[in-house]
């Protein structure tokens, strides 16, 4: 049986939406079925509304479904991907994060893989407390993390973060980004299949 896999991504102007997508293609190439889901957005609907990029991404993303924890009770792995506010993840996925507890009472997070990825303004803008700091979450629902680490070339083209795929505002999705995103998410699928 395949993999299954939720990836579960919050993206304010689009940034974490394309890298949701890069490892969502890659992981249904290394025989995964893939659930491609967002966080939900707790933003007032006025905010988003009166931020033209914002707004757009919104509109662009309409017809992704929002996550569930039926969706993270489903899945035999996750891929969870948000940008970085203060050194942590986005409110938006944290807030769909504490909707999880009872999922996690029952122990249906437990002995699961988990990867993570994480975007930033700039290269040093908390990206990899992001990830550290969402890996303690994962530890306490009992997940295995499964960071890419210094597994593949692609990892040292892209910033050299073995914690996981992070990307600063505004650079390009190159090949280069496409490879670590795509290592990052065989990775996982490939795990979760041990695991499973």
Same mark, same amino acid.
Request: proline share 4%; net charge neutral; charged share 15%.
């Given at each position: 049986?395949?993999?299954?896999?939720?990836?579960?991504?919050?993206?304010?102007?689009?940034?974490?939406?394309?890298?949701?997508?890069?490892?969502?293609?890659?992981?249904?190439?290394?025989?995964?079925?893939?659930?491609?889901?967002?966080?939900?957005?707790?933003?007032?609907?006025?905010?988003?509304?009166?931020?033209?990029?914002?707004?757009?991404?919104?509109?662009?993303?309409?017809?992704?479904?929002?996550?569930?924890?039926?969706?993270?009770?489903?899945?035999?792995?996750?891929?969870?991907?948000?940008?970085?506010?203060?050194?942590?993840?986005?409110? @938006?996925?944290?807030?769909?994060?504490?909707?999880?507890?009872?999922?996690?009472?029952?122990?249906?997070?437990?002995?699961?893989?988990?990867?993570?990825?994480?975007?930033? @303004?700039?290269?040093?803008?908390?990206?990899?407390?992001?990830?550290?700091?969402?890996?303690?979450?994962?530890?306490?629902?009992?997940?295995?993390?499964?960071?890419?680490?210094?597994?593949?070339?692609?990892?040292?083209?892209?910033?050299?973060?073995?914690?996981?795929?992070?990307?600063? @505002?505004?650079?390009?999705?190159?090949?280069?980004?496409?490879?670590?995103?795509?290592?990052?998410?065989?990775?996982?699928?490939?795990?979760?299949?041990?695991?499973?």
């Amino acid at each position: 049986m395949p993999v299954k896999l939720a990836i579960v991504y919050y993206s304010t102007y689009g940034a974490n939406h394309r890298m949701a997508e890069i490892a969502a293609e890659a992981a249904r190439a290394a025989g995964a079925e893939v659930r491609l889901l967002k966080a939900p957005e707790t933003a007032p609907a006025e905010v988003v509304s009166g931020q033209d990029a914002w707004r757009a991404q919104a509109e662009r993303t309409a017809h992704v479904t929002a996550a569930t924890a039926q969706d993270m009770e489903w899945a035999d792995a996750w891929l969870i991907s948000a940008p970085t506010r203060f050194g942590v993840m986005a409110s @938006q996925m944290r807030a769909f994060i504490d909707t999880l507890g009872g999922v996690w009472a029952k122990g249906a997070l437990a002995n699961k893989a988990i990867s993570a990825m994480t975007s930033a @303004q700039n290269a040093h803008g908390g990206q990899e407390t992001t990830l550290l700091s969402f890996y303690a979450t994962a530890i306490h629902w009992g997940a295995i993390v499964v960071a890419p680490g210094f597994t593949d070339p692609a990892i040292f083209k892209v910033g050299g973060n073995p914690y996981g795929y992070s990307h600063t @505002q505004g650079a390009e999705f190159s090949d280069d980004v496409k490879a670590a995103i795509g290592h990052q998410a065989r990775r996982l699928v490939e795990v979760a299949a041990k695991l499973a």
